[in-house]
């Protein structure tokens, strides 16, 4: 188990360095702009208000409108939009390659010949994803604070640690999903067909419950009315509902990725 844990760290080092690298890119941009930003909080706080609250909703930036402080500027800057985005790629992507990937490229053959169980293949590539996406979270979460160190900018470190909890759930419960249906399918298409299709439909879902009131428990299906960076890195709050839900996704949707792979004929 812990030869196919270090295989999998080691096979994705260079995709999980060109993701972190991007996203530091970005970082950095963005708290290089922040200075700038800052001294016109005014005129952006009062541009953000004039915009429809079901827009700001759909965000979760209603109330964090604010400049005056370097952590609602990357929650509305990066952690809005684009941090998901890289998530998904990075969590969907990973979760395919460690094993529709192998079974496509005939790969996983060699690793079910070693005198090794398929729950200990199971466990050594899920581990080592998971831990990919600890590594990828802190740095691209605690990348802030010390890029805002680097340019003397004022910062809320303690407030870091909720935004990095929430983050990694988030990321954990895309990647479990993943896992799940890279153990269904022999084909990596299928399976990110399947993930992407289903977080795509969480976020209009997410959108459709900010634009009419008759909708609004649309909200309670999707994962980014749960995964709610502004509160966490703003006002550092974990509320219990995103510990539930993203914990019973990535416990269901792994033991079920475990069973399927135990259980599944693989051609040898």
């Known amino acids: 188990m812990l030869t196919i844990f270090k295989k999998t760290l080691y096979t994705n080092r ?18 290089g702009l922040y200075p700038s930003v800052k001294e016109q909080a005014d005129q952006f706080s009062k541009l953000l208000e004039s915009y ?4 700001l909703e759909i965000f979760g930036i209603e109330n964090q409108l604010s400049f ?11 952690f809005s939009f684009l941090w998901p985005i890289l998530v998904v790629v990075l969590g969907t992507s990973l979760g395919m390659k460690l094993f529709a990937g192998e079974i496509d490229k005939g790969t ?33 979460i605690y990348g802030i604070p010390f890029i805002a ?6 910062f809320m470190l303690a407030n870091y640690a909720y935004l990095f909890a929430s983050s990694l759930l988030f990321a954990l419960a895309i990647y479990s999903l993943a896992i799940m249906f890279s153990t269904m399918f022999s084909e990596s298409s299928k399976g990110i067909m399947l993930t992407v299709g289903i977080v795509l439909m969480m976020y209009v879902l997410n959108v459709l419950s900010t634009l009419k009131a008759s909708l ?24 219990w509902e995103t510990i539930l839900v993203f914990g019973l996704v990535i416990i ?13 004929d693989i051609a040898l």
């Open 216 to 239: 609004e428990n649309l909200q309670y299906l999707s994962f980014f009315h749960y995964y709610n960076a502004s509160a966490a890195l703003s006002s550092k709050e974990l509320p």
């Open 68 to 78: 005056t402080v370097l952590e609602n500027f990357v929650t509305i800057e990066l």
């Open 52 to 55: 429809p609250k079901s827009m």
């Open 14 to 31: 260079i995709f999980v360095l060109v993701i972190s690298l991007i996203t530091l890119l970005f970082i950095l941009m963005y708290v």
């Open 108 to 140: 996983m053959e060699i690793l079910l010949a070693l005198p090794l169980s398929r729950a200990r293949i199971f466990l050594g590539k899920y581990c080592a994803g998971i831990v990919i996406l600890v590594i990828y979270t802190g740095t691209s």
């Open 149 to 154: 160190w680097l340019f003397k900018i004022d």
């Open 252 to 264: 269901i949707a792994g033991v079920l990725a475990g069973v399927i792979f135990q259980r599944r």
